[in-house]
């Protein structure tokens, strides 16, 4: 097995991955179900067949998350398919700071526009169980893997097609991660984010502004790109919410906008 990390490793890096060292122990642990760390307590043991299959995939620069098939977020296991975006530790943040805002709120009503695999919704059920949860995508294929791992996990999120008009429906806290990637970057993403993920969850303009203006909320918080964050900021200001505030991602980039109304 040794050597199959060794050689896997060295072929990732030729192909042009990012962390191939890391991939490639991934890649084995999942198909002797063990641990990073149990690859090198079971250094003897024989590679199953179907390691090259998934070796085969991730070179294609298909994202590990969808070659794995499942991805953590926060304390969650998540199912993960072409159907959304990977979920992004930076987006931990994100819920971090829904948790934040709804401490010492026994069952507020938090909606999730735009939910992808079910992960905001979902973390946030999950660490706050009293909270009721409705998580909404445009996407039928998205809904229908938000509501797989939402069964998987048992947590109880009303998952629903849906676009931004539901935030009009009066809530405790809105939350979103909508597109925010520009049309002119498009070209210029990672092949695991320009041939794989799906592109309408990614490209967009201006939907920060448009669901700040259409929230009916108490809190509404939402993740943005680095360079857009003091914008959005402004935006929320100049549509009379208060306490507006900018959190910075785990690399220290600001990524999390939130405001009061």
Known sequence: MSEALRLAERELAAAGVDTPRVDAELLIAHVLGTSRSGVYAEADA?????YQVLLGRRLKREPLAYVLGEWGFRRLVLKTDARA?????????VVERCLALLRGERAPCVLDVGTGTGAIALAIADEHPGARVTAVDTSQDAVALA????????????????????????????????????????????PEIREWEPRNALVGVGLHEELARLAQTRFLVLETHE?????????LESQGYTDVRVTPDLGGKPRVVEGRR
């Open 46 to 50: 024989e590679v199953p067949g179907r």
């Open 85 to 93: 975006l990977v979920p992004r530790p930076e987006t931990e943040i």
């Open 147 to 190: 509501r797989e791992n939402a069964g998987r996990l048992q947590l109880d999120v009303d998952v629903r097609v849906g676009n931004f008009d539901a935030a009009e429906e009066g809530w405790d806290l809105v939350v979103s991660n909508p597109p925010y990637v520009l049309p002119d970057e498009w070209e210029t993403l990672q």
């Open 227 to 235: 360079c857009q964050a003091r914008d959005v900021a402004q935006t």
